[in-house]
């Protein structure tokens, strides 16, 4: 039995499935039991809580092979990043009180530093409040997800793609989803292992590589075109970012331009990605009109 945190969300689904597919006992703790239906129909079993209750969340590990953790995705943190420090304060009480033989925890490349990261600092955070946690622990720093480029299915039609990447032709580490959720399956039922290990997946993609795939799969001719740094908040704010308080967003993106998500880490194993963006795209375009 393996634990599955955000499992209605696109790494914990995924990890999940790889998981089941594997023939793998799947729990999961949830919040609302009917975003999860699908998934009880799959065989897995739900807990009820979520990971803002210590006490939800060590129940869930009970009994467990190994846990897959994550945080919540939140793009307007507090200025002390406080709604993560909480969710990982509540991990590592129910980590110690009721142990698995093994942890993998969602990371970010550049979770390594811990300044000037804008939202990956709550994935630094996480790393460090688990320092000193003695179960085994694989921390996945994952690259950006080629899902978060799907806008550009709907947006790319005129032959361009907006990103926050700049210059379009830098590369910087990408992958997709499904490839996580693989890896992650992978360590948690693969050979056990001692102390803490970080593995960087992904693959040195740059925006130009994105768009031009994305073309093939649209037979468009699509570029990428880099925002001007002076309309991102505004840019952001059309994502349903509070004004005001688009800052961590873009402090990501600087972190990510200044190639602080770079693959080579001293002392972190690498895993290349399989899944390209051209397959995210087709399969994404495949589902939309089925």
């Known amino acids: 039995m393996f634990l599955v945190m955000g499992i ?3 790494v914990g689904g995924a990890t999940a ?12 703790l949830v919040r609302d039991r009917e975003k999860a239906v699908d998934w009880a129909r799959q065989g897995v079993e739900l807990v009820d809580g979520d990971w803002n209750d210590a006490a939800a969340i060590e129940r869930a590990l009970e009994g467990v092979d190994g846990a897959f953790v994550m945080l919540p995705a939140i ?9 993560a420090k909480g969710v990982i304060a509540n991990y590592v009480k129910a980590l110690t009180k009721a142990p698995p033989p093994r942890i993998v925890a969602l990371s970010s490349m550049g979770a390594n530093r811990t300044s000037g990261l804008g939202m990956i600092t709550a994935l630094s955070l996480l790393e460090q409040g688990f320092r000193n946690l003695t179960v085994p622990t694989a921390f996945v720093r994952a690259g950006g997800f080629f ?6 299915l709907h947006v790319a039609q005129g032959g361009t793609l907006p990103v926050y990447y700049d210059p379009t032709s830098r590369k910087s580490t990408m992958v997709a989803t499904n490839d996580i959720g693989a890896e ?29 795939q994305l ?5 468009l001719d699509v570029k990428a075109f880099a925002v001007p740094r002076a309309e991102w908040p505004a840019a952001f704010e059309q994502l349903g970012i509070p004004k005001g308080q688009t800052g961590p967003a873009e402090a990501m993106f600087e972190a990510i331009n200044a190639g602080w998500t770079d693959l080579g880490v001293k002392g972190a194993e690498c895993v290349a ?13 495949k589902a939309a009109t089925a």
């Open 184 to 212: 992650v399956a992978k360590l948690l039922t693969g050979p056990a292992w001692s102390g803490h290990r970080v593995i960087e997946l992904g693959s040195m993609v740059s925006a130009d590589d994105v768009a031009a």
């Open 273 to 285: 990605g399989t899944t390209s963006a051209r397959d995210v795209f087709a399969a994404a375009l």
């Open 147 to 152: 899902e978060n480029f799907l806008y550009g």
């Open 17 to 28: 499935r790889h998981l089941l597919a594997q023939g793998k006992a799947v729990r999961a």
């Open 75 to 83: 793009w307007a943190p507090s200025p002390d990043f406080k709604e």
């Open 215 to 219: 073309g093939e799969v649209l037979n």
């Open 8 to 10: 209605t969300g696109k």
